[in-house]
Nanobody
Framework: QVKVVESGGGLVQTGGSLRLSCQVS??????????MGWFRQAPGKEREGVSS????????YYVDSVKGRFNISKDNVNNVLYLQMNDLKPEDTATYYC?????????????????????WGQGTQVTVSS
């Protein structure tokens, strides 16, 4: 069974930074062959895609609201996905979810559809105070 576990959330002031991590293990899969993404869900809102990264790490995508502030990266040796979040704003407050692609060697660029991701973590809370 594939396990996807996020960490690194917390409470930070406006303008601060956090780095989220996502450890993938188990299930007999090779995470290095899977594209991954970060999604978030704010209270009372639908979950939205934030960023994605191709299995190789050579292509990335960000939604406009986080471009220039967030950076996604992938450690294919240790099977860890990161999201470095800088210049955080109150509107970034949400539960952040890590997701791994539904199948190997697939990347949909700016699509960021939940249906393209087959494995999900439980989420980590990020709260940005004004």
């Amino acid at each position: 069974q594939v396990k996807v576990v996020e960490s690194g959330g917390g409470l930070v002031q406006t303008g601060g930074s956090l780095r989220l991590s996502c450890q993938v293990s188990g299930g007999g899969v090779t995470p290095a062959l899977y594209s991954m993404g970060w999604f978030r869900q704010a209270p009372g809102k639908e979950r939205e895609g934030v960023s994605s990264i191709k299995w190789s790490g050579q292509e990335v995508y960000y939604v406009d609201s986080v471009k220039g502030r967030f950076n996604i990266s992938k450690d294919n040796v240790n099977n860890v996905l990161y999201l470095q979040m800088n210049d955080l704003k109150p509107e970034d407050t949400a539960t952040y979810y890590c997701a791994m692609g539904a199948g190997p060697l697939r990347y949909y660029g700016n699509s960021l559809k939940e249906s393209d991701f087959g494995y999900w973590g439980q989420g980590t809370q990020v709260t940005v105070s004004s």
